[in-house]
């Protein structure tokens, strides 16, 4: 019997030198199992590990395998553009040696370059590839010989898991040579996950760094292996901050989960103020230049950015998806080195970027839910969360701590959630809305093309294979027949083809409701579309985004409702309540005081959000409004000039008197906003200026005003 000590043997000769390039001398247990199962053969795996347990590096030898032995490209889907990112720099870091050439893919839905097919590993979000099937299918998939499904219990999210679902099932059915390996934490019904993609499971519990999982309550934490640890409080009655405190003084690391943004800054202010005590001469210099660092990240000031620099000056930050991508970056790559101490986050962040720590601090397992009160988070969240729990490259042993306020909670603590097993991993492909696009960009790329292929794809699916006797040919006939009436398909001796406007639809990467209603509505609006009334359409569909709405809010948004109130009014009915009603309206309001340059900090505390968020539904709208103008283009509705310049000032949050200057590249919304205000209002005034005169306005410098000068030069402008 073959000696598998360190694992290497189980490995051809370029495999085991890749290894030795990046000092990896023995491979982990479960790591020598995957080789053992067929990791480098066709056959298809699920591996269902730990939080780092080695899976990504089995992801990247079985994708080397392919790609040295000609057998095709390889495709790394992960769920978050976060995560897409952290993995094209590692691969980058890792192999562009090798000769390798490494993709990445997250942005426009409606761009797909085939240049992108070129690449020997293409780094893409679920939703990225299924838009590239829509637009290139054959290019994609032609070249594929490997996919890694990166997290991919994720077919269990209830918004993002369709569309993961039907990639993987168009990807297999499309390549019946494809190789899949599927990476998981430990899940309950992994093998129902395998047993779908005919693929082999290894599954495992072994961690690199051993888990410890406690519960705290009054000044001890008491582990589920018997242990039990007590925190001093003597220099403070802040038990969260004592918890920390207590880890860093141990040259650890912490994470703290809490429900809500608020609470996660709310607890990043109370532990900075005690974490001082802790912090060495040497790393409060190091924080307080990172804290100057970051202060000087954004363009805009606001105050939630001086917040977090505030909390950064003593190694305690907080970390949610209102923070500008900036501000997340710094603070993700500051906490990777060491540097921050302490991360207050959402649990988002725990199915985010890897981010290990000594301890992980749970605070709160309970969460409101509209209509239903506060219910328990799934153990599969708190399994998330307590996972980080552990630095492979500097702990033996990681803590994942739950806070508990009683005794009664503590045991309660223990049963429902530590000692629990994770819920199993259901589809939601059954849900009407979900599968409607997904038939849509099936029929529109030919790969349905009548009602029994319909059938047929369906029984491909995750959610067919986990419900065998839940019966989807009813619905399926009954939306083929709404998008036959809707005009986006036509349906002829039993075979389905997609309409120019089906297949538009598809491309835009929409849903088909939301373009029945740009269409209908654009065809009956007034001339010329009045920007409100455009903003209040992209905000009525069901792909935008929308500000929720409190009682105070409505106090605000009801005053302005009414001034505009024939504005917002669409000409075709539509359903909703009030409630909603005025939740767009509060997002339309939104808009337009960012088109009205109005500052981020401003609008943050006004409409209750962050910096992060307006950007996000500015994104939206963007996209929303181009698709507009192409839907308006394709039934050539003549009306819809206001829409280019309304989506420009979208895009850069500025008043139309900005709209020739914004052209420019280096020229953003304060620097476009400050030339004007100096005098410079068109490309004209620039071309005459002195290069002295340029240098002068505020942002702009020697390198920027002699780059408006090139662009003005090209432009013929002083001809």
Known sequence: MTNHKTGLDLLPDNLKAVLTQNNISSLYQPQIEALENGLLSKQNIVLAMPTASGKTLMAELAMLKTIFSKQGNCLYIVPLRALASEKFEEFTKKYTSLGLKIGIATGDFDYASKALTENDILIATAEKVDSLLRQIPDDLCAKLGCVIIDEIHYIGDPHRGPTLETVITRLQSTNSKLKIVGLSATI????DIADWLNARLV?????PVDLKEGVYCQGTVKFADGTSKEISLEHTNDEMAALAIDCVKDNGQALVFVNTRRSAQAEARRIAKQMRQALSHEQKIALSDLAQQAAKLSSESTTLGKQLCDC??????????????EHRRLVEDNFKNNTIKVICATPTLAVGVNLPSRRVIIRGLYRYVSGAGMKPVSVMEYKQMSGRAGRPQYDTYGEAIIFAKSKKEQGDMFSNFIFADAEPIQSYLGNESSLRVHLLASIAT????????AFEFVNKTFFSHQNKLYDLSEMIIEIISFLEAEQMVTVENHQITATNFGQRISRLYIDPISAVLIRD????MASPINPLSALYLICSVPDMMNLSLTKADIEKVVPYADTHNALFELPIPFSGDYTNHLKKIKTVWLISRWIEEEKEDSLCNF????PG???RFMDTADWMLYSTIELAKLFKIPKTKPLYDLRTQVRYGIKTELLELINLKGIGRARARNLFDKGFKTTADLAKAPLTALQKVAMIGKEIAQSIKQQTDKLGMNS
């Open 188 to 191: 309950a019904n992994a093998q």
């Open 203 to 207: 599954s495992s519990f072994w961690r």
């Open 312 to 325: 950064m000056k003593d190694g305690v930050v907080f970390h949610h998806a209102g923070l500008n991508p």
């Open 446 to 453: 030919g790969f349905i093309t009548s009602t029994e292929s």
């Open 521 to 524: 509505c654009l065809k009956n």
């Open 607 to 610: 409409f209750g959000t962050g």
């Open 613 to 615: 968020d307006i950007h």
